[in-house]
């Protein structure tokens, strides 16, 4: 830490017999004026900065534009920001340390030592989004898919052992152990981080930064972190600060609390439609008031959670008793809890009843009391629908897809003795780290499945049921509880520990089923506890998905559709023939309680104990000793990539854009889902061709997701989504472009690669909220592989518009109310883009010249999205990953 500390604020606290140094806030106050109303958010950063100050990364006016903000309640500062620690799942990680083992090769081949490339902050990766559901609804479910998850990801699991021996502060929590976020905040999170340096231990906030979008979950523990792509994390791995705009915080005022029946899931759908009505895109939001003191942790959690979806940078919880008591709940220790109540109190960083609200730049607020029963869909996270309304709205899906008149028709299912119908719900799953760390709910649905047992109700045979846990302390205390039989009895059954269904693992339909909806094109339903429900994303076959609480992905597959308004409509009938109600089975919040208060911290101190070694069949996997990875050229899950090919070289300055092709041209709402799918691998696609020239069977395709360590694999898959529109095409769904000049279709793969060998520069053109969705590197690295310049679009997601400048593309914005349609835009137009040879400035005006197929000539102007001095650093280094490894080749 080598803090200049110009303020003179290092300070002492005893805690329980030991000395702890730490950067006193109010000491610092003394000389900056009053903070005590500034966003614990930003008390956080405020500290860091203290910490850090160097007077190059960190000045003396960093702490000045900080206090300022409670005046002004927004700035325009640049600051750079170090976090913690980092933390990764095994889809974003296994691409990140591929990166790191490159890295390594390439300073070996500079001739320098390859151990330079060495995480610099503690790293912690959790595989938990390779398992799929394979297997459900059986005994022997898990166990399967344990083997078959082992067996179809052996290649990509050495590579991580390899990496978990050869780097150091690098940490792997094996499969089969829990999802990184449920993992993070029940033993992970610390809430306040120690370190000894120089014989001094001293304290500080927990931070982080994680490759996961949903790392904001650790917000609700009072810890600030938010998912950065793959590219950024790596940086901060290896030393790099996060460069970050002083952010606008928006406050959101809790009052009241949730009635008798309303449940964590139902508040946070309304937060996310509330907040994305706000526009808080690259802002902090802040919860406060006094609604709060009714607000469990895990409640936080979720609300946390689903950050992304609501678009803000993060979703913070200020510390308070509640974060205490969540702490020993969880088996933390002693000395840690105590030393997070003390520090919090000294900091100013405690909330309870006699604190001042904060100042906010803008605030919302909420009575807890009026939050309904909801889901979100059938597309996005922020379309909630009150549940009595989703027959209506599935039914209005139907009318503007021109299929209302075969609503009630049923077709034939080979084999079986019933019929599928528009809405069927194919897919149940109890899901994802937003609900599955929540207690309450887990609870709530085992208590639903208890009570629909004992009225003699089934799931429906067509529904795909499975209960996949954020960790193994969830099957403990559901065991405990006497509620595991039950969730059995009606198929969900534990397929595993892990992200599965919620990022496309939700594995095959049965056959007759698939067929039955491919053959008659029906419009079918999954409903699960997720966060995510983009198009193409759940599983290919099923367009409509469902965002909704655990209790109810139960209560939608024992009623087998999403044409039902369970106000009003029965589930099933008993074995008298009497209907019964959803209100017939739901718990009351005594019951849910009684069965949570069952859960105790020797439960989450056993789970953890060990948590790092694994099964016995990821130890026996066999390990390579050596600092350089020996890459496997036969391998299609893990090759070396192309990124550092010349890095001993000076980099080439960023030259202007010249008759630039346009690969394809999009719309509104384009996610990574859509640039760079997790899901299935279709047998026809360029990805899927590749795969099959290398013997690889279709039936062994796995998924895009585990397969981010192959660079051919991703950039054959990036645009590749089944549902994405290239209004090249008009309507058409899929990955394809017309080549130009001649406009021959194409696979958008095909078409770059032959761009490529002629040597023409392409761009992507598209609407607003370009890059939403998960933070995903490959929807980057993808598109610089393709050949692709620049992304024109009206406005980005915060992590993909950096992601793009780490990999050297210009993210460019239309300035006012141009756009592609305002322009006239169709595809087969040259754009230029000059000035890039120039000195770069942050946030410029570029002129875009527009040559037309007829030869006419136009022009418009962008915003180039190179938001500060470090971007620009950058984005002329090639990429931050290069900019890094040049620095450290030299040094």
């Known amino acids: 830490m080598p803090s200049l500390d110009s303020l003179n604020c290092r300070r002492s606290l005893d805690v329980a017999g030991t000395t702890y140094h730490y950067f006193s806030l109010p000491e610092a106050a003394k000389q900056l004026g009053d903070i005590s109303r500034l966003p614990a958010s930003l008390k956080v950063l405020l500290e860091n900065l203290l910490r850090w100050e160097d007077g190059v990364t960190v000045r003396a006016d960093d702490f000045t534009s900080l206090a300022v903000w409670q005046k002004t309640r927004s700035s325009e500062r640049e600051i750079q920001y170090r976090p913690a620690r980092v933390l990764m799942q095994d889809f974003t990680g296994v691409p990140a340390v591929v990166d790191l083992a490159a890295m390594r090769d390439a300073v070996a081949r500079a001739g320098a030592d390859p151990q330079k490339i060495n995480p610099l902050s503690p790293v912690d990766l959790v595989i938990d989004h390779s398992v799929m559901v394979d297997r459900f609804g059986t005994d022997q479910a898990f166990q399967e898919n344990v083997a078959i998850e082992m067996q179809r990801n052996g290649e990509r699991y050495e590579f991580l052992r390899w990496g978990q021996q050869a780097f150091d502060n690098f940490r792997v929590v094996p499969p089969g152990t829990g999802i990184c976020h449920q993992v993070n905040l029940e033993y992970l999170g610390q809430v306040v981080w120690t370190k000894e340096e120089d014989g001094t231990t001293y304290a500080y906030p927990d931070t982080l930064v994680g490759t996961d979008s949903h790392t904001t979950m650790i917000n609700g523990l009072g810890v600030l972190g938010w998912g950065v792509g793959g590219i950024e994390a790596e940086a901060a791995m290896l030393g790099q600060p996060v460069s970050m705009l002083i952010p606008e915080v928006v406050g959101f005022r809790l009052t009241g609390r949730l009635r008798e029946g309303v449940t964590a899931t139902d508040l946070v759908l309304t937060v996310t439609q509330m907040l994305r009505k706000q526009g808080v895109v690259g802002k902090f939001v ?524 210009l993210a460019l914005q239309f300035i006012g109310d141009q756009n592609r349609q305002t322009l006239g835009l169709v595809g087969n137009e040259k754009l230029s883009i000059r000035g890039l040879s120039e000195d770069i400035k942050p946030r410029q005006i570029y002129t875009v010249e527009l040559e037309r197929a007829d030869g006419s000539r136009d022009t418009f102007q962008v915003l180039c999205r190179i938001d500060t001095l470090n971007e620009v650093q950058y984005f002329k280094a090639g990429g931050i990953l290069h900019f890094v490894l040049r620095q450290l080749i030299g040094s």
């Open 286 to 809: 802040e919860f406060f008031g006094p609604g709060l003191d009714n607000l469990p942790l895990a409640d936080r959690a979720t609300i946390g959670n689903m950050a992304p979806e609501y678009g803000a940078t993060c979703g913070f919880f200020p510390v308070d008793q509640i974060t205490i008591d969540y702490l020993r709940l969880t088996g933390r220790d002693e000395q840690r809890i105590q030393l997070v109540e003390a520090y919090c109190k000294a900091q100013g960083m405690w909330r309870d009843s006699n604190t001042p609200d904060p100042v906010f730049t803008a605030t919302l607020e909420l009575d807890l009391s009026e939050v309904q029963p909801s889901l979100a869909g059938p597309k996005r996270p922020q379309d909630r629908v009150s549940l009595g309304d989703i027959g209506s709205a599935f039914d209005l899906l139907l009318e503007t897809s021109g299929r209302m008149q075969q609503a009630d028709t049923g077709v034939p299912v080979a084999g079986e003795d019933y019929e599928l119908k528009h809405g069927a719900v194919v897919i149940a799953s109890i899901t994802s780290c937003t609900n599955t760390s929540n207690p309450n709910v887990l609870m709530a649905a085992g208590l639903l499945a208890k009570k629909a047992v004992e009225r003699g109700l089934m799931r429906k045979p067509w529904v795909k049921s499975s209960l996949a846990p954020g960790s193994k302390v969830v099957t403990d205390y559901l065991k405990k509880a006497d509620l595991t039989r039950y969730l059995d009895h009606l198929g969900f059954n534990l397929i595993g520990y892990g992200c599965a269904t919620c990022i496309g693992n939700s594995g095959p339909l049965p056959d007759p089923i698939g067929q039955a909806v491919t053959e008659n094109d029906l419009i079918v339903s999954s409903v699960l506890s997720g966060n995510r429900n983009f198009e193409g994303r759940v599983h290919p076959l099923v367009k409509a998905n469902w965002l909704a609480s655990p209790p109810l992905v139960v209560a939608f597959a024992l009623a087998g559709t999403t044409r039902i308004n369970m106000n009003t409509e029965p589930l099933g009938h008993d074995a008298q023939g009497q209907p019964v109600f959803l209100r017939d089975i739901w718990p009351s919040s005594e019951e849910v309680n009684q069965a949570v208060s069952q859960i105790d911290g020797e439960m989450f101190r056993d789970r953890y104990a060990d948590v790092f070694s694994g099964e016995p069949s990821w130890q026996q996997i066999p390990v390579s000793a050596g600092k350089t990875y020996v890459w496997n050229e036969q391998s299609s899950y893990v090759q070396n990539p192309p990124f550092f090919e010349g890095i001993a070289e000076p980099p080439k300055p960023p030259a202007d854009i010249e008759g630039a092709r346009i690969l394809a041209l999009f719309g509104d709402s384009i996610t990574t889902d859509h640039i760079s799918p997790a899901g299935n691998i279709k047998a026809s696609s360029p990805a899927g061709l590749y795969l099959q020239e290398l013997g690889v069977r279709p039936e062994d395709f796995n998924s895009y997701g585990s397969r981010r360590g192959n660079h051919e694999v991703m950039m054959r898959g990036t645009f590749a989504n089944i549902r994405i529109k290239n209004e090249m095409l008009g309507g058409e769904e899929g990955g394809n472009t017309l080549y130009q000049p001649g406009g021959e279709k194409l696979s958008i793969y095909d078409a770059a690669m032959r761009y490529q060998a002629e040597g023409v520069p392409l761009v992507v053109v598209a609407g607003k909220e370009y890059g939403t969705g998960s933070s995903r590197d490959w929807a980057a690295k993808g598109t610089t592989l393709l050949g692709v310049k620049a992304v024109i679009a009206e406005s980005f997601e915060r992590i993909h518009r950096s992601n793009l400048i780490g990999m050297g593309v």
